[in-house]
């Protein structure tokens, strides 16, 4: 079992930033890529970034390319998503996963936290 805990969403400004946490606890072997997914109300969850555990690739979505940028810190089984250039459209709950490859055999989740981008 993986235990994931996000920290750092809130209320910013458009044009602002932010900067996500997801500490991830608990037995991570096989976990190969870890991302983060957002979901808007009424909306599906969609991936944000993600970023593989045993090399540097990233993936990011269209819509965050050039402001968003997600990290890993191996030593501390800790994940970052730095937020620039905030916009209303990027409100949403976002979520930490961590997951097998390339079936998610293994797939975890964190509880959320809330970004909220005002005009």
């Known amino acids: 079992q993986v235990q994931l805990v996000e920290s750092g969403g809130g209320l910013v400004q458009a044009g602002g930033s932010l900067r996500l946490s997801c500490v991830a606890s608990g037995s991570v072997r096989g976990i190969a890529a870890m991302g983060w997914y957002r979901q808007a109300p009424g909306e599906q969850r969609d991936l944000v970034a993600m970023?593989?555990?045993?090399?540097?690739?990233?993936k990011y979505a269209d819509s965050v390319t050039g402001r968003f940028t997600i990290s890993r810190d191996n030593a501390n089984n800790t994940m970052y998503l730095q937020m620039n250039s905030l916009k209303p459209e990027d409100t949403a709950v976002y979520y930490c996963?961590?997951?097998?490859?390339?079936?998610?055999?293994?797939?975890?989740w964190g509880q959320g936290t809330q970004v909220t981008v005002s005009t």
């Open positions: 970023i593989l555990t045993t090399s540097s690739r990233t």
């Open positions: 996963n961590a997951r097998s490859l390339p079936r998610a055999t293994l797939n975890y």
